[in-house]
């Protein structure tokens, strides 16, 4: 069965820190890759994906994520965190089945201290 | 921006009682679906819909749950008899298109307690 593993259940940073959540994923197939954000009291929100093509992908708020296939890895990763970051990231992936089902990481909750 | 809006945000119930989570979805999107996590545990699919009918469940969606869409433009979950165990944040979202997960947006969730 699919499953996604987040490695890092709470993240604690100053400002300016250097951020990396690692995410990996069992599936032999090929997979669309995901990371979420939800700030809190409000909703989850695409922070960026993966389909194809170049392994390296930019999301909003200076975020990025690498997909490494060998490793079955999409880490994200952001330079130098903001407290605005404080927030639950989660990684999910969809197995192309035209659902809409993602099989969700067990979340991690990054806080970022001014 | 349109957004998918759940009411209530917070919704207490005594176990064995009837709950029903409520969902408006962005007006021109066609599939639906519920999703929720368990405190400290992973977010979970649930079920998705489409024309009026489930198009694919989890194992945890079993005979106490169910999903309707009543007046065309509601998307309710209900569970008929609560269990202790069913206490979670409730997430639903709506994609415009069949989607592949790019296009899907979330409600803010409703954090269901059972007492």
Redesign the interface.
Known sequence: AQS?SQHNHHVILSEAASLELGCNYSYGGTV?L?W?VQYP??????LL?Y?SGDPLVKGIKGFEAEFIKSKFSFNLRKPSVQWSDTAEY?C?V?A????????????TTLQVKP | EPEVTQTPSHQVTQMGQEVILRCVPISNHLYFYWYRQILGQKVEFLVSFYNNEISEKSEIFDDQFSVERPDGSNFTLKIRSTKLEDSAMYFCASSKDRSNGEKLFFGSGTQLSVL
């Open positions: 996604v669309n995901f979420y009291g409000q909703h989850l929100q695409l994906k389909f989660f999910a969809n192309q089945s035209n659902t809409g089902k993602l099989i969700f990481g067990q979340g």
